[in-house]
């Protein structure tokens, strides 16, 4: 409720560990004390009092669960969701011997509070190479948390010489600082939440969106045409990289709508954006193609663009099942084939101007529909995700194993679970047709053909010279 500050309490586990969030100055849930609604609680032992039930925010309140958890199964959902363990590289290597002999030249340990790392021991380094290692080591465990259902903990990394290849050898639940200046980073990194937290609680808060998805232009023999051949990279209608066979090809065209506030303002300018994009390729025998992979070996994105919103775990939950979860019973059977190295569920990127980009769902540029409603869906998600927070069907690690594996059912269910908490926001008064478009389409068993030209259903003319 806007005027409302949430406030960031912990809660002690069965260590001392518990330094760092009094240091933090963070009030501790003891006693008869309530957290309200809009609090969050930090749960540094894995253990959830009964005085702190209700609407609150809990972080870590199954790191028991995850802690039990034998690790060739914490391997299993890490392999899953695209990362790499001790175990599998073991067996890729197909050695009679054990990872750390092959991979050992460096080892991390890498602690995260939130989605950021707190710390990196021992640290990379100030290098060039070695900043964009510690980079990508911070978002990887970030991630690697996130998709076993933590909000914070730390990860054990072997890294090859190069610094390019990494495998996860051990995770924990828990941050258990083994140094005083360690302890002031975990401290400092809860403080910083403790006060985003509550500007953001106190406040309405409100969702400018952006995106840039992607479509591939195919010659009549069914050839990638390189989308630089007509389009510019900096475009608003433009064209992306990609690479193939280790060489970088402008090959994507690629759309960047102005951010508004409104996601049925930023699909109106698509349209505007196609039509410029076709007077450009005017007269070229052209297909243009969307979707997930229309293209065997070239997966498409749809990367979104939020800002005015923080990138927090119940924010990109509530991504994961309100926009990637309706957008995977659309797609059709064999688009799974790109995950889990593209659209895997928590995929994001955090943007110099302070927002994030979204990146799991794949190019949703099939239709005007399509359109509209994964927009929508993404603008109710980022705006009301503490309210769809105990209606998160992949929080249950067997609909995370559908999601990737198949099973309609389980997933249609968990969908409409979705939808059922999507009525009930206040943004669905505004919004609701282009969600009910959507879930009648997943109802009726529809899927988006991915061998359509786009503009046929945009409406866009085909300009002969």
């Given at each position: 409720?806007?005027?409302?500050?949430?406030?960031?309490?912990?809660?002690?586990?069965?260590?001392?560990?518990?330094?760092?969030?009094?240091?933090?100055?963070?009030?501790?849930?003891?006693?008869?004390?309530?957290?309200?609604?809009?609090?969050?609680v930090l749960h540094l032992g894995g253990r959830r009092p009964d005085a702190s039930l209700g609407g609150a925010w809990h972080w870590n309140a199954n790191a028991a669960e995850v802690e039990a958890l034998p690790w060739r199964e914490k391997e299993r959902r890490l392999r899953r969701e695209g990362f790499v363990t001790a175990s599998s590289a073991h067996i890729r290597q197909g050695r009679g011997r054990m990872v750390g002999q092959r991979y050992g030249q460096r080892q991390f340990r890498v602690s995260v509070f939130g989605l950021q790392a707190a710390d990196i021991h021992p640290d990379p380094g100030s290098r060039t190479r070695d900043e964009e290692l510690r980079r990508r080591l911070a978002r990887a465990s970030a991630r690697a948390l996130y998709v076993l259902g933590l909000d914070f903990g730390s990860v054990a990394w072997e890294v090859n010489g190069s610094g390019r290849t990494g495998v996860i050898t051990g995770i924990s639940p828990f941050l258990r600082p083994k140094t005083a200046e360690a302890e002031a980073r975990f401290a400092q990194a809860a403080s910083e939440f403790a006060s985003a937290w509550s500007a953001e609680s106190a406040r309405t808060v409100s969702a400018t969106l952006g995106a840039d998805p992607e479509f591939?232009?195919?010659?009549?023999?069914?050839?990638?045409?390189?989308?630089?051949?007509?389009?510019?990279?900096?475009?608003?209608?433009?064209?992306?990289?990609?690479?193939?066979?280790?060489?970088?090809?402008?090959?994507?065209?690629?759309?960047?709508?102005?951010p508004s506030d409104d996601p049925l303002a930023v699909a109106s300018q698509l349209r505007r954006l196609l039509a410029s994009a076709a007077r450009r390729t005017g007269g070229a025998r052209l297909q243009w193609r969307a979707g997930a992979a229309p293209v065997p070996g070239l997966p498409l994105g749809g990367h979104l663009h939020l800002s005015g919103v923080a990138l927090t775990g119940e924010r990109l939950r509530a991504l994961d099942n309100a926009v990637a979860l309706p957008l995977r019973l659309l797609e059709p059977p064999d688009a799974g084939g790109r995950r889990p190295r593209y659209g895997s569920l928590g995929d994001y990127r955090p943007k110099p101007h302070g927002g994030f980009e979204y990146r799991t769902p794949p190019s949703w540029l099939v239709s005007p529909r399509l359109a509209r409603g994964t927009l929508v869906l993404t603008k109710l998600?980022?705006?009301?995700?503490?309210?769809?927070?105990?209606?998160?069907?992949?929080?249950?690690?067997?609909?995370?194993?559908?999601?990737?594996?198949?099973?309609?059912?389980?997933?249609?269910?968990g969908a409409e679970r979705v939808y059922a908490a999507l009525r009930g926001t206040a943004g669905y008064a505004k919004y609701g047709a282009a969600v009910d478009d959507l879930f009648e389409a997943i109802r009726a068993g529809r899927t988006w053909d991915e061998g359509a030209d786009i503009r046929a259903k945009w409406k866009i003319p085909v300009f002969d010279r």
């Open positions: 409720m806007s005027g409302e500050r949430g406030k960031v309490w912990f809660v002690r586990g069965g260590d001392d560990s518990a330094g760092w969030a009094a240091g933090a100055g963070l009030p501790e849930l003891t006693g008869g004390a309530r957290a309200g609604n809009r609090d969050a591939v232009l195919l010659s009549d023999e069914g050839k990638v045409v390189p989308a630089a051949r007509y389009l510019a990279p900096d475009g608003q209608a433009g064209c992306d990289a990609v690479v193939v066979g280790g060489v970088q090809r402008w090959a994507l065209a690629e759309l960047r709508p102005d998600a980022a705006e009301h995700a503490g309210a769809l927070a105990p209606h998160r069907p992949l929080d249950d690690d067997a609909m995370r194993d559908a999601f990737y594996q198949g099973g309609r059912d389980r997933l249609l269910a």
